[in-house]
């Protein structure tokens, strides 16, 4: 189980150069989602380091879902 952190996401998010004006897939949502997640819980400014996932959520009905799920399994893990 690895340790979720923001450089490590960042640096995915390095690979996706540019998308500043461009909308992420589902795909490159979800392999984040999980770290997003976690992140999220542990009170980082997740809006402020993945803006992108965060719009996705917004106008994606799939990916807000398996984030409210993958919330909903975080929280009952704890
Ligand atoms: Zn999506």
Redesign the pocket.
Known sequence: MQQPNPAMIQKIMGMLENTQEIE???DE??AVLDQFVELAARGEDVSNLLPLVER??S??????E?YDTLKRMMAGAV
């Open positions: 992420l897939t589902c949502v979800f996705h959520l106008i994606c009905a799939d990916c807000k398996e």
